[in-house]
C-alpha cells in the first residue's frame, strides 16, 4: 500500500458530500479533499479556547481540539470536543452545542452508528470514557431522533473502569462492548436486544483489555491495549474462549476502523507507563514497558475463510514533546466510507495532517 499527505489538516470525518477538517476549534467544511471550495466555522467555545486551540502546542497539551466526529446523513455531522458534541450542519457552516458527557470526561474514543441490526434502534452510540478513579457506573448513550441524548445501559459501579468501543456485527444481531482498563474491568461482552441482554464473553486480565476488533464467524479478532506488557492481534474463539496470537504487535492500540465485514486496520501508540506518579508521566519521553520503540504503525487485517493476514502499511516516528502533556505518538481514522485516510497525532512530520491510504496496483 502507498501513502501521501493530502491535508495540513486534520480529517475529522466525511460523507459523500463533505469532509470536515479541524484546525483546534476551526472547521474547514469542504466539498472536495483539497478544499477548493470551503466554509470555515468555529466551535462556540469561547474566546479563550477559541485562541489557545490555535496555537497547535496548547491544543495538544489542553487537549482544545476534536478528537472523533461522524456523519449523521450526508449534510449533518456530530463532533466531539473538550467534553461535549457539537452539531454541524455543512450546508451552511452552523454549529450547535447537541449534549454534553458527564463533569469527568473529554471525549469517548468514538462515536458509532448502528445500524440494521435486529433489536437495535437505528442510531449513533458511544460508551463512556474516562478517568474512573472513583468506580462509579459507567453508562452507554444513544442518539434518538429528536437529537436527544439517554442512557441505553448502564454498567454497575466498580464493574468497569470505562469504555473503550461499541462494535456493530449484523451477522449475529448483537454489539460487542470492549471495557477496561485494570484487569479484573478488562473485557469483552455481548450485548442484545437494544443492551437488555448484556453477558460476558471473557473478562479479568490485559489478553481482554482491547479498543478495536473484527467480528467473524466463530469469533473475533482483536488488538490488546496496554502500556504494561506486549500487545497483540488475537483471535478469540467464542465456543472454547481461548485466544490464539496471529501477531505482536509494537504497541497498545487505541485507534483503529473497520473496513469491512473481513477486513480492518489500527494503529499502535507510543505511550508512558501508566504506573508512573502523575508528574513524570505527564513530561517521561520513555515508552512504557510495552511500547517496542518510538514508532507508531498502521496495521492492515484480512480473513480470508479462516485464514488470518496481519501487514504493517505505515509507520511514523514520535516527535520531541513529552508523551503525556504532548500527546500519545499515534494514528486516527476518520469516519467516513470509500477511500481510507489517515491522520497523525504527535508524530514526526505528519502531526495534525491527513494522509490518504491506497492499495497498490500489481
Same mark, same amino acid.
Given at each position: 500500500m502507498?501513502?501521501?499527505?493530502?491535508?495540513?489538516?486534520?480529517?475529522?470525518?466525511? #460523507?459523500?458530500?463533505?469532509?470536515?477538517f479541524?484546525?483546534?476549534?476551526?472547521?474547514?467544511i #469542504?466539498?472536495?479533499l483539497?478544499?477548493k471550495?470551503?466554509?470555515?466555522?468555529y466551535?462556540?467555545?469561547g474566546s %479563550?479556547k477559541?485562541?489557545?486551540?490555535s496555537?497547535r502546542?496548547f491544543?495538544?497539551a %489542553?487537549r482544545?481540539?476534536?478528537r472523533? /466526529?461522524i456523519?449523521?446523513?450526508?449534510?449533518?455531522?456530530?463532533i466531539?470536543y473538550h /467534553?461535549?458534541i457539537y452539531?454541524?450542519?455543512?450546508?451552511?457552516g452552523?454549529i450547535?452545542?447537541?449534549h454534553?458527557?458527564?463533569?469527568?470526561?473529554?471525549?469517548?474514543? *468514538?462515536?458509532v452508528k448502528?445500524?440494521?441490526?435486529?433489536?437495535f434502534?437505528?442510531?449513533?452510540? &458511544?460508551?463512556?470514557?474516562?478517568l474512573?478513579h472513583?468506580?462509579?457506573?459507567?453508562?452507554?448513550?444513544?442518539?434518538?431522533n429528536?437529537a436527544?441524548?439517554? +442512557? $441505553?445501559?448502564?454498567?454497575?459501579?466498580? *464493574?468497569?473502569?470505562?469504555?473503550?468501543g461499541?462494535v456493530?456485527?449484523?451477522?449475529?444481531?448483537?454489539?460487542?462492548i470492549l471495557?477496561g482498563?485494570?484487569d479484573?474491568?478488562?473485557g469483552?461482552?455481548?450485548?442484545?436486544?437494544?443492551?437488555q441482554?448484556?453477558k460476558?464473553i $471473557?473478562? /479479568?486480565k490485559q489478553? &481482554?483489555r482491547?479498543?478495536i476488533a %473484527?467480528?467473524t464467524?466463530g469469533g473475533?479478532?482483536?488488538?490488546?491495549d496496554?502500556?504494561?506488557e *506486549?500487545n497483540?492481534l488475537y483471535?478469540?474463539?467464542?465456543?472454547?474462549k481461548?485466544?490464539?496470537?496471529i501477531?505482536?504487535? #509494537?504497541?497498545? *492500540?487505541?485507534?483503529g476502523k473497520v473496513i469491512?465485514?473481513s477486513?480492518? $486496520?489500527?494503529?499502535?501508540?507510543v505511550?508512558?507507563d501508566?504506573?508512573?506518579p502523575?508528574w513524570?508521566?505527564?513530561f517521561?519521553?520513555?515508552?512504557g514497558p510495552?511500547? @517496542?520503540?518510538?514508532?507508531s504503525r +498502521?496495521?492492515?487485517? @484480512?480473513n480470508?475463510?479462516?485464514?488470518f493476514?496481519?501487514?504493517?502499511?505505515f509507520a511514523?516516528?514520535?516527535?520531541?514533546l513529552?508523551?503525556?502533556?504532548g500527546q500519545? /505518538?499515534t494514528?486516527m481514522?476518520?469516519a467516513?466510507?470509500?477511500?481510507?485516510?489517515i491522520?497523525?497525532?504527535?508524530?514526526?512530520?505528519?502531526?495534525?495532517?491527513?494522509?490518504l491510504?491506497k @492499495?497498490e496496483? @500489481?
Amino acid at each position: 500500500m502507498t501513502s501521501k499527505i493530502v491535508s495540513n489538516n486534520k480529517l475529522i470525518c466525511y #460523507s459523500n458530500k463533505y469532509f470536515i477538517f479541524s484546525k483546534g476549534p476551526k472547521l474547514i467544511i #469542504s466539498t472536495d479533499l483539497n478544499c477548493k471550495e470551503y466554509k470555515i466555522a468555529y466551535i462556540p467555545v469561547g474566546s %479563550l479556547k477559541q485562541k489557545l486551540g490555535s496555537i497547535r502546542l496548547f491544543a495538544r497539551a %489542553l487537549r482544545l481540539e476534536p478528537r472523533c /466526529g461522524i456523519f449523521v446523513d450526508d449534510t449533518t455531522a456530530l463532533i466531539t470536543y473538550h /467534553g461535549a458534541i457539537y452539531r454541524v450542519d455543512c450546508t451552511n457552516g452552523q454549529i450547535e452545542l447537541e449534549h454534553s458527557f458527564r463533569a469527568e470526561m473529554n471525549n469517548p474514543l *468514538s462515536l458509532v452508528k448502528i445500524q440494521g441490526i435486529s433489536g437495535f434502534e437505528d442510531g449513533i452510540y &458511544y460508551g463512556e470514557y474516562f478517568l474512573n478513579h472513583e468506580g462509579t457506573a459507567v453508562n452507554i448513550y444513544k442518539r434518538d431522533n429528536n437529537a436527544s441524548w439517554n +442512557v $441505553v445501559y448502564t454498567f454497575s459501579a466498580g *464493574s468497569i473502569y470505562h469504555i473503550h468501543g461499541l462494535v456493530p456485527c449484523k451477522e449475529k444481531d448483537c454489539v460487542y462492548i470492549l471495557t477496561g482498563d485494570k484487569d479484573a474491568e478488562s473485557g469483552i461482552y455481548e450485548a442484545r436486544n437494544g443492551f437488555q441482554d448484556v453477558k460476558v464473553i $471473557v473478562s /479479568g486480565k490485559q489478553a &481482554y483489555r482491547a479498543c478495536i476488533a %473484527l467480528p467473524t464467524e466463530g469469533g473475533m479478532l482483536y488488538t490488546t491495549d496496554t502500556p504494561l506488557e *506486549s500487545n497483540y492481534l488475537y483471535y478469540l474463539d467464542f465456543e472454547s474462549k481461548e485466544i490464539q496470537t496471529i501477531a505482536e504487535i #509494537s504497541g497498545p *492500540s487505541i485507534y483503529g476502523k473497520v473496513i469491512s465485514d473481513s477486513e480492518m $486496520v489500527f494503529s499502535t501508540s507510543v505511550e508512558p507507563d501508566s504506573k508512573l506518579p502523575r508528574w513524570r508521566y505527564e513530561f517521561t519521553h520513555k515508552p512504557g514497558p510495552g511500547i @517496542k520503540d518510538r514508532k507508531s504503525r +498502521v496495521y492492515y487485517v @484480512k480473513n480470508e475463510d479462516g485464514k488470518f493476514t496481519c501487514e504493517e502499511i505505515f509507520a511514523a516516528t514520535k516527535d520531541i514533546l513529552p508523551m503525556g502533556v504532548g500527546q500519545f /505518538g499515534t494514528i486516527m481514522f476518520p469516519a467516513g466510507e470509500g477511500d481510507l485516510y489517515i491522520t497523525g497525532q504527535a508524530l514526526r512530520k505528519y502531526d495534525n495532517k491527513t494522509l490518504l491510504i491506497k @492499495k497498490e496496483n @500489481k
